[in-house]
């Protein structure tokens, strides 16, 4: 998955949150509680949607790190890249 489908995909989650937000307006370095009117329920909510799209296994302790776009895409791009690299693995045993 690019960075750009990855950015897509959390911009789409994030809307599914905060459906009254411009998600053309949102500025990737920027903390989206800082942009858009979301609440702590909506940004739990928005940190288990990008868990469950991406299969992401994102501990509690890490729903911190998703706080700007720029983190999110840097988080979850790692964390796919760990998979796939994990499941290439299992295939070569």
Excluded: W
Excluded at 5 to 14: A, G, R, W
């Amino acid at each position: 998955m690019t960075k750009d489908e990855i950015k897509e995909k959390v911009l789409s989650l994030l809307a599914s949150v905060a459906p009254e937000a411009d998600m053309k307006g949102i500025r990737p370095d920027v903390n989206f509680r800082d942009q858009i009117d979301i609440d702590s329920m909506d940004y739990l909510n928005f940190v288990i949607a990008l868990d469950d799209e991406f299969q992401a296994h994102i501990p509690e302790t890490d729903y911190t790190k998703f706080t700007t776009l720029d983190a999110c895409v840097k988080m979850l791009e790692s964390r796919l890249a760990v998979q796939n690299n994990t499941s290439a693995g299992r295939e070569r045993e």
